[in-house]
């Protein structure tokens, strides 16, 4: 439902991050009370595409959005999109936030109405800023209609991503992001334009977007190295963890005693995920040795298919937490 003015009613839900910070006086970026009043200096160029209201949900660095702080966040998002007067939303996170936030929120908000994330690398009052102009191309791509029902967007450096592929691959440079398969879109001076949608379930498809969350299990994520052994896996399920996520060489591999001790865990009942950090491609189990993606297989690992190390935790996540049979993980992980 448009607006008074055939314009889209969007809420723009902040929540930190550096596109709300300010510079002291040695040049160094810390956090203000102001977010609002910062983004209301872009507001007059952002209503040029939609009616915006604003809303301060938080004012956290993208690395302090925890997993009790996504909950909280879908259940407002929720709120704000079942009403029929918002007709799509925008959220401005931390980078460093981005990809697991967004990849929560694409699992399990249930709308078809355009969610859009976007950050920026420097903040709204420092020279030469990135904010502002991805704050305009988030709120055009939320008013587009084309934008719906392609579930969770991240829009930023004129790209437009999908939430379960983007990563953030460069530590400090404008546009860090990147998807492996490549931008859903663009968004340029002309307008928003999308070239494929995501196939996998996500939004208004997804099976947890119906269910009401109020927590979410410890899930912790261990690195496959030289040298490797179980400490690591041992002190996680000590500490609580529900299951473990290992980010695994190549497609899949481990050393042997790291594999032992994930065949171990998962001999317990504790459900491991055998993701990659080499940054693209899918893992597989196709190496038939101690600690080779074929013998972890055999064990009772799962294999998250392309998903990042961090991405296959939150999947990971929310399916322990959803999920009648733990037996339904490895579909999960093929469908999602």
């Known amino acids: 439902m448009m607006g008074n003015r055939g314009k ?3 809420r723009l839900v902040l929540t930190g991050g550096t596109c709300l ?7 160094n970026l810390v956090l203000v009370g102001r977010g609002g009043e910062r983004v209301g200096e872009v507001l007059p160029a952002l209503e040029r595409w939609a009616e915006v209201g604003v809303e301060e949900f938080s004012n956290l660095p993208g690395e302090w959005l925890s997993p009790p702080l996504w909950v909280r966040l879908r259940a407002r998002l929720t709120e704000l999109l079942s009403s029929p007067e918002t007709d799509g939303a ?3 996170v931390g980078t460093d936030g981005l990809e697991e936030t967004a990849y929560f929120l694409h699992l399990t908000v249930p709308t078809r109405k355009p969610l859009v994330l976007t950050a920026s690398l420097l903040g709204l009052g420092e020279p030469g800023s990135d904010a502002p102009l991805n704050l305009v191309d ?3 791509v939320a008013a587009a209609p084309e934008a719906e029902g392609k579930g969770v967007l991240v829009v930023m450096g004129g790209k437009i991503y999908s939430a379960r592929g983007v990563r953030k691959n460069d530590a400090q ?3 860090p992001f990147s998807g492996e398969l490549g931008p859903l ?3 340029d001076r002309e307008g928003v334009y999308f070239y494929w949608e995501p196939l996998r379930r996500h939004t208004h498809s997804s099976e947890f977007a119906a269910i009401p969350l109020l927590s979410l299990p410890r899930v912790d994520l261990c690195c496959a190295y030289a040298g490797a052994d179980g400490t690591l896996v041992e002190a996680a399920l000590a500490a609580g963890a529900e299951g473990i996520v290992v980010a695994a060489l190549g497609s899949g591999n481990v050393s042997r005693e790291l594999g032992e001790a994930l065949a171990e865990a998962a001999s317990r009942g504790a459900p491991v995920v055998v993701s990659t ?16 993606g074929g013998d972890l297989a055999l064990a009772g690992c799962v294999f998250a298919d392309n998903l990042s190390p961090l991405k296959a935790r939150v999947l990971l996540m929310v399916a322990l937490r959803c999920l009648a049979s733990r037996r ?3 579909r999960v992980f093929a469908e999602y």
């Open 173 to 175: 440079a404008v546009a």
């Open 185 to 187: 879109g663009l968004v």
């Open 21 to 27: 910070m300010d510079q002291d006086e040695d040049g």
């Open 328 to 330: 339904e993980l490895g």
């Open 8 to 10: 889209s009613r969007l």
């Open 138 to 140: 988030a709120v055009r």
């Open 277 to 292: 950090q080499a940054g693209n491609g899918r893992v597989s189990p196709i190496y038939r040795y101690p600690g080779g």
């Open 90 to 92: 925008v959220v401005v």
